[in-house]
Structure formats: C-alpha cells, structure tokens
C-alpha cells in the first residue's frame, strides 16, 4: 500500500491551498484518514481527522479553517486550507489506517508535501 500526498505549495496569508492524499495497492478497505504536519523546528502534529463515515475531527488551531474530505471510491482523502496564516507552514504528512484481507489492519503514512504561506 502506498500514500501519495499533492497539492503544497506556497500561498499567501490569507489564501487556499488543497491537498489531496491517494492510496493505493492492495486494499480492502480504509478507516481513518488523517492529515498531520511538522513546522520547523517543531514535533508532528495531527491536524485533521475523518473516519470511514465521514466524522471529522480538527486541531482547534484549524477548526473553522480547513475542511478534511474523502471519497472513499477513489481511496483519496483532501485538506482544503483556507484562510491560511503564517503559522500554517509546514510539510504536510497524510496517512491512513488501512484494511487489508488476510493481513489485518495496518497503518501507512505517506511522503510529506511542504506547504509555505508567506506574508
């Protein structure tokens, strides 16, 4: 299984940018999609959380400010960051908690995608 994270980039302060995170190879179903980032200088952190069914969770610095989404056909979930501030920069880490048959459950992270908001 793999994840491949898109979309980062640099914004403006006050801009959009989306992120999108496809997963790949063999599947039997996915759980939770979850979106992490890692500033400078500072340890991960979990930004934004959606199960199977849709319920989503934020860290309170995003709420009202980014939207995670998935569309679980295409085993893909997304990040649409509005209203971007400078403290958002960061790379950008998705991963996923995936099902596979006969193996079990099993957690992938994907390679980061840097995301710079610049003033």
């Known amino acids: 299984v793999q994840l491949q994270a898109s979309g980062g980039g640099v914004a403006q302060s006050g801009g959009s940018l989306r992120l999108s995170c496809v997963a790949s190879g063999n599947i039997g179903s996915i759980n939770e999609m979850e979106w992490y980032r890692q500033a400078p200088g500072k340890q991960r952190e979990l930004v934004a959380t959606i199960t199977s069914d849709h319920r989503t969770s934020y860290v309170p610095s995003v709420k009202g400010r980014f939207t995670i989404s998935r569309d679980n056909a295409k085993n893909t979930a997304y990040l649409q960051m509005d209203s971007l501030r400078l403290e958002d920069t960061g790379v950008y880490y998705c991963?996923?908690?995936?099902?596979?048959?006969?193996?079990?459950?099993?957690?992938?992270w994907g390679r980061g995608t840097l995301v710079t908001v610049s003033s």
């Open positions: 991963n996923a908690v995936v099902v596979i048959y006969g193996v079990g459950i099993r957690t992938f």
